[in-house]
């Protein structure tokens, strides 16, 4: 029972233009929602979160927007840059408390090409 | 270093032989998950420790594996007997209020 998923196994964009990574989660109960960036070799490094009593949340180049109605989420990053190649794991905590267990989705694999 | 540190960083073993893999969580953290990726696969989560609470084992996929964690130290996962398709990169994570962090996993090979 995948209770997040990325639909998208990978993307592939070009330098200076959008990445949109996209999340649906099922469990009704989650109500905080966060982005993982991995390198090969390296560990999941934590880049932006967003609580559902939120639409947006803003970083920099990333934007998280949640849509609740949907079950959906979507990572923006604007403009792309070679180094932001890597994998891209959503995740999902249920509960309004910091105890909740992280649910990771299956990671979309971002190329962006120069 | 304030980082979770997961030792070895690299393990081969033959089939059937029992493995122990070892995290040290940030000082402080009350949450310690195990979890592990197969090449090509997403997160799998493994276990879930929280402070004094009985341990979320859900994600285990046999009796061959366990884990311990000390009150709020170190972890240990261990995997009995191991089977090829134990193969994986074994990662820990440590967290203290919503975001968690990653150590930098244990790639396990087995022959």
């Known amino acids: 029972d995948q209770q997040v998923k990325q639909n998208s196994p990978s993307l592939s964009v070009q330098e200076g233009r959008i990445s949109i990574l996209n999340c649906d989660y099922t469990n009704s109960m989650f109500d905080y929602f966060l982005w993982y960036k991995k390198y090969p070799a390296e560990g999941p490094t934590f880049l932006i979160s967003i609580s559902s009593i939120k639409d947006k949340n803003e970083d920099g180049r990333f934007t998280v927007f949640l849509n609740k109605s949907a079950k959906h989420l979507s990572l923006h990053i604007v403009p792309s840059q070679p180094g932001d190649s890597a994998v891209y794991f959503c995740a999902a905590i249920a509960g309004g408390t910091s105890y909740g267990k992280l649910t990771f989705g299956q990671g979309t694999i971002l190329t962006v090409h120069p | 270093g304030a980082g979770v540190s997961q030792s070895p960083s690299n393990k081969v073993t033959e089939k059937g032989k029992d493995v122990e893999l070892r995290c040290d969580p940030i000082?402080?953290?009350?949450?310690l998950y195990w979890y592990r990726q197969r090449l090509g696969q997403g997160l799998e989560f493994l276990i879930y420790f929280q402070g004094n609470s009985a341990p979320d084992k859900s994600g285990l996929p046999s009796d061959r594996f366990s884990a311990e964690r000390t009150g709020e130290s170190v972890s240990t996962l261990t995997i009995q007997r191991t089977q090829q398709e134990d193969s994986a990169v074994y990662l820990c994570a440590s967290s203290l209020g919503f975001s968690a962090f990653f150590g930098q996993g244990t790639r396990l090979t087995v022959v």
């Open positions: 000082s402080g953290h009350t949450a």
